[in-house]
Each structure stands twice: as structure tokens, then as C-alpha cells.
């Protein structure tokens, strides 16, 4: 994992790289392999891959469900079980559907944990 100073253009851990304009916990995140919910999921949010989770991080955002970055643990298991094929883990999300990464993160600004427990897919 690639870790961001709060300088934010001056890298730690040896990596010689640095991400202009990000805060640390949005780099962090962003560069994690953590899983995605992709648009396919939009009016499907079948729950298959959140019966599965081990942690429980999918959420109901509306008209899709979403994980939460901060507390996918990277395993994968859910990947197989979308029956619409919606969800990837972060390197892996077409071109297309990058936006989504963001998209996931983006739904848990601003919520109080209340709010967030409210909205646990499981």
C-alpha cells in the first residue's frame, strides 16, 4: 500500500510517489484494492455479496448498494456472487465504471454512524 504524507507532495515509505491534491485518508482508499459496486447494481441491489461479506461493509445507498472503503477488508469473496456482475475489486473496474470508485466513497461523507447503521445491507 502506498502511503500519502499529509504534506501530500512529499511521499513516505520509500515509494518516491506522490498524489497532488488528495487528502490522505481519499489516497489511501483510492489506492487500496477494496471492492466496488459498479452500475449494473443500479434498480438490481440483489444482496447476494452482502450475505457473504465477512465485515458487513455494503450499504444502502438508494438505488444501488455500496461498500465501504474504510472497512472492506480486500477478500474478494463477494466479487463471484453479484448476480449482474457489478462489483470488482478497485483495480480491476473497467474504464467505464471508474467513476464508481468514487461513488462508493463518496456516500459515506457526511453520515453520522447512526445514519450508517440504518443503511446496513445485512
Do not use: W
Not at 61 to 66: I, P, T
Not at 67 to 87: H, R
Amino acid at each position: 500500500m502506498l502511503l500519502i504524507s499529509k504534506r501530500l507532495d512529499e511521499p513516505i515509505g520509500g515509494t518516491g510517489v506522490a498524489i497532488q491534491g488528495l487528502q490522505e485518508k481519499e489516497t489511501h482508499a483510492m489506492l487500496d484494492n477494496v471492492c466496488v459496486v459498479t452500475s449494473p447494481c443500479i434498480g438490481t441491489k440483489d444482496g447476494a455479496c452482502a450475505k457473504v461479506c465477512p465485515v458487513n461493509c455494503f450499504y444502502d445507498a438508494g438505488e444501488m448498494l455500496v461498500v465501504n472503503p474504510d472497512e472492506c477488508i480486500s477478500c474478494g469473496v463477494c466479487v463471484p456472487e453479484c448476480p449482474v456482475s457489478a462489483l470488482f475489486m478497485t483495480e480491476d473496474v473497467p474504464e467505464t465504471e471508474t467513476e464508481f470508485i468514487a461513488r462508493n466513497r463518496m456516500f459515506f461523507e457526511g453520515k453520522t454512524q447512526g445514519e450508517l447503521d440504518a443503511l446496513r445491507a445485512v
